[in-house]
Structure formats: structure tokens, C-alpha cells
């Protein structure tokens, strides 16, 4: 039992290398040992969402009988989609609305393209919300 978790160790750890990594993280300095907690926690939540994101990515591909997808720069094609691939294929996805007196003027979805339609999908989001949201 104790050499099955300790043998999952690098994989816990490797999760938690990725608060200064994925999540940008810079240096916070508290002084409260309940404030120091939250943070701690906010990180945990934040890796959480962040895994269960790419395991359901992953889950529904293998569903789908889909092998790879073509995420990372220069549309190489991956098997095992990471929060690095995701973040990195929304970069350039923009909405821009121009207000004049409290009234959308004008509205621009730029950069959306069908994988921005795909990877949504695999995590159930359907992309009426990007297009919905965009209308309002």
C-alpha cells in the first residue's frame, strides 16, 4: 500500500509544479497564516478545475474515438490535450464590443475556428455559448 502511493508521488508532484507554470503564479507574501491557507487553497481548487478539465477532454476523445487533435503550434497533433495545449489555442480568440451610452454599437467574435468549437464541445460546453454571449 505505502510503495503504491509513493510510487504516484511524482505525478502529485508534478501537479503542483504547474501553480508557478500553468497558473502564472508570482510570489505572494502574507503575513496571516489564515490568509497564506486561502491562497494555498485557491491554488488547489485552480489545479483541480484545471485537471478535471483535461481528464474529461481526454475521457470524451477516447468516447468519440477521436485520436488526436491539432492544439499546439503548427497544428501538431496531440493524443493527450494539456492545460498548456488549451490556453495556447484560445490565445487569439477575441470578443470586442464597442458601447455607446450603455448600447453595444458594435460586436466582433475574431479568431474563433472549428477546433475553438471542438474542444468546448469535448468538455460539454456547446458553442451556442460562445455565439449567444456574442449577440447579446
Known sequence: MVLRIYKRRPGLEKRFSRTKSVLETDPIFLKKSSRI????FLYFAALMVISLMERAIRKQ???EFIENLPIPPQKMQTERPTW???RYLFRNVY???IFVKNRIVKLTLKG???IHILV?????VPPS???DFAKQ
Open 129 to 131: 455559448v460562445y455565439f
Open 61 to 63: 476523445m477516447d468516447n
Open 95 to 97: 470578443l470586442s464590443l
Open 37 to 40: 491557507e486561502a491562497v494555498v
Open 84 to 86: 498548456n495545449n488549451i
Open 120 to 124: 468546448p464541445r469535448l468538455l460539454s
Open 112 to 114: 474563433f475556428h472549428d
